[in-house]
């Protein structure tokens, strides 16, 4: 098989969660040990971080890769899903996995895959382990795909392990209070393993520090230890201050909304606490504080990370974001809101498996809506979409295609106006 060949075979022949959903979740790791297990256990050739949460974890997770890569290390990193390219969910140094590597690895767990029928993302993480361990990568940065206790990911035995935050999202397969949310998450805390956690609430935090007691785990909470602030902005990025124990520093990064505050919070934070285990002790102060103002400076740069409030135009402005749940779209749309753009102009796209009720009463009712679905099985279809959103007061019009929703927008829209790309990760993906 080609590479295009053998991207359609696992596509078409996994069960693939972006497209059929919660059929393809398994809640146990039977398949990933057994993948691993085949492959020479892989996931043991190398030292990780292992990263979970409802929101920010990917960005999370690029930032913490960006710093290492400029302390001079090779840095795996595993995040999904992707958006435009399938290589994009596995990296070194913000270099894509190479198409031959994708078709020889797949050719040589054939047997297997026909043996134990994995799903998509129980192959494409073993994929990872066995690329990362091939190239003799220094560290690797793993971002949950989703949960975390039975998360494929989560045969790791890292060095760390980081919890960014709890919202609703997949509460079908997740459960439906925030603290049950935050036992799947809490899923990932190994013992005698250091465990930050991002933000917290009255409900989540018992369930994280019971937890790490049970496992003695040592637990750290980023948003008491630290705070980090804006100082201005623009169209390139942010300037901000953060305040970490007893000192404060300020800095520049190339990442761009309100919420990536709160991702370098936990990350710079989590970065304090990476200095004091041993494998990071070779590195001095000044390499530290050098590699965290690089790293976070060039997150895009480094790590190629895109679809977080992302730029695309600015005449008018266009903004990508694949926020799509009550928590980070919230965010999100307050964000929009202070631009005070004359008009707002929202395309906006679901999928059908998700109550998106509470999401509706988020969107500004003033706005012109551009309703279209992804074209995948999963999406909700624009029609039906659009007689929803109905009922929420937000008025527009359906199209067939996300980009026929982009080019009616940007055909209507006058320079000083704002139009947002958002809803479902895989609209912002067939548009950026």
């Not at 990917?58 to 999904?80: C, D, E, F, P, R």
């Not at 969107?363 to 039906?384: E, G, H, M, S």
Request: proline share 3%; with cysteine; charged share 20%.
């Amino acid at each position: 098989m080609n590479y295009k060949e053998t991207l359609q075979y696992l596509y078409e022949r996994l069960p693939m969660f972006s497209r059929i959903g919660a059929k393809a979740f398994k809640k146990d790791l039977t398949n990933t040990l057994a993948l691993c297990r085949f492959l020479g256990n892989p996931e043991n050739k190398f030292p990780t971080i292992h990263i979970a949460g409802t929101n920010g974890k990917g960005s999370t997770s690029h930032i913490i890769a960006a710093v290492l890569q400029s302390m001079g290390l090779k840095v795996g990193l595993y995040t999904s899903p992707h958006y435009i390219d399938f290589r994009e969910r596995i990296k070194i140094n913000g270099e894509y996995v190479s198409k031959d590597f994708v078709k020889k690895f797949v050719k040589k767990t054939e047997l297997i895959i026909e043996e134990i029928d994995p799903s998509f993302f129980e192959l494409t993480v073993a994929m990872a382990f066995d690329y990362f361990a091939e190239q003799k990568v220094d560290i690797a940065v793993i971002e949950v795909g989703l949960g975390g206790r039975f998360d494929s990911t989560n045969v790791l035995n890292p060095l760390l392990s980081i919890i960014t935050n709890i919202s609703y999202d997949h509460v079908d397969m997740l459960g439906d209070t925030l603290s049950k949310i935050a036992f799947e998450k809490a899923g990932i805390i190994k013992p005698q393993i250091p465990v930050v956690i991002g933000e917290y609430n009255s409900e989540t935090q018992p369930v994280f520090i019971n937890r790490a007691k049970e496992l003695n785990a040592s637990i750290y909470f980023a948003s008491d230890e630290a705070s980090t602030k804006l100082l201005s902005e623009d169209y390139e990025g942010m300037m901000l201050e953060t305040k970490l124990q007893n000192y404060a520093f300020q800095y520049k990064t190339d990442l761009k909304g309100s919420y990536q505050i709160l991702n370098l919070n936990t990350s710079l934070y989590a970065l304090n606490i990476l200095k004091e285990i041993s494998f990071f002790k070779k590195f001095d102060k000044q390499i530290w504080n050098k590699a965290i103002l690089n790293g976070v400076a060039n997150v895009k740069g480094l790590q190629k990370i895109i679809g977080r409030w992302q730029i695309l135009k600015t005449e008018p402005l266009v903004i990508a974001d694949s926020a799509h749940n009550e928590g980070g779209l919230s965010i999100v749309l307050e964000d929009l809101k202070k631009l005070n753009a004359p008009q707002y102009h929202c395309i906006v796209g679901f999928v059908r498996d998700k109550d998106i009720s509470k999401i509706l009463t988020l969107f500004p009712k003033n706005a012109i809506y551009y309703f279209c679905n992804a074209q995948i099985p999963r999406a909700l279809p624009a029609k039906d979409l659009k007689e929803l959103a109905l009922k929420f007061g937000l008025m527009g019009k359906s199209y067939a295609t996300s980009k026929f929703a982009y080019r009616a927008a940007l055909n209507k829209a006058a320079p000083n106006d704002v139009i947002f790309i958002g809803g479902s990760i895989f609209v912002v993906g067939e548009i950026i």
